[in-house]
């Protein structure tokens, strides 16, 4: 009998160390394809900083250095010192654009027009990254679905095949396996932004056309 304990002991240990193997497995695995998925995000975008003109790289590299706390506390003490020489308020230092300040204005109406430009040219390739994003996110969206419905189809045919209850009816499930037409599907988007009530003041590009298409098969009903 305490042989026979034993060897059901080291049956449970055994057990529980080949579970134990295989969490440690998938564990390692998840992890993998997580290492893969961030180096291919890394690879792309070095690509695209890579890929940038002259004119791209020196916008970015201004508005960087715009935006930081230095070029703040630069402007603060240029036209604090700028108004106070004018206004002759510091001594030794004769007013060289006395008030209304017409160099003062012109110079930051300048570097206003200029940094605008800047601006505009950092957004329009930012907008073209999101773009790219986005055209690749719907076209893994759209592979998705197409796994999907071929794993719904050969779970279809399993159940047939074992004769099993599913809780779905024959229609819902027939509706479930159909091909999603992304035309359908765009066009279906596009009345339903049309019909939707607009707000106030500037229209704004509705959300709604940016869903991804995994609700497809609802929206079509």
Do not use: C, Y
């Not at 700028?82 to 570097?111: C, H, K, R, Y």
């Not at 027939?174 to 939707?196: H, I, N």
Request: aromatic fraction near 4%.
């Amino acid at each position: 009998m305490h042989s026979r304990d034993v060897v059901a002991t080291r049956k449970r240990a055994s057990g529980a160390s080949r579970a134990a193997a295989a969490d440690e497995a998938e564990l390692d695995s998840s992890t993998h394809a997580l290492d893969e998925n961030i180096e291919a995000i890394k690879t792309w975008q070095q690509a695209s900083i890579h890929h940038r003109s002259r004119v791209e790289h020196l916008s970015d590299g201004i508005i960087r250095i715009i935006a930081g706390g230095p070029a703040l506390l630069f402007h603060v003490v240029w036209f604090g010192f700028w108004i106070l020489a004018n206004l002759e308020l510091l001594p030794g230092i004769p007013a060289f654009d006395p008030f209304p300040f017409q160099l003062l204005t012109m110079t930051v109406s300048l570097e206003a027009i200029f940094l605008s430009l800047f601006v505009l040219a950092s957004q329009n390739r930012m907008t073209h990254e999101a773009d790219k994003r986005a055209n690749l996110d719907l076209q893994i969206n759209l592979l998705t679905e197409r796994e999907m419905t071929a794993v719904l189809r050969l779970l279809q045919d399993i159940a047939h095949h074992l004769d099993v209850k599913v809780s779905l009816t024959g229609e819902q499930i027939s509706d479930l396996v159909k091909k999603t037409d992304v035309q359908s599907l765009a066009d279906r988007m596009e009345e339903l932004d049309e019909s939707s009530p607009q707000p106030d003041g500037p229209a704004t590009p509705s959300t709604a056309t940016r869903r991804r298409p995994q609700a497809g098969r609802n929206a079509l009903r």
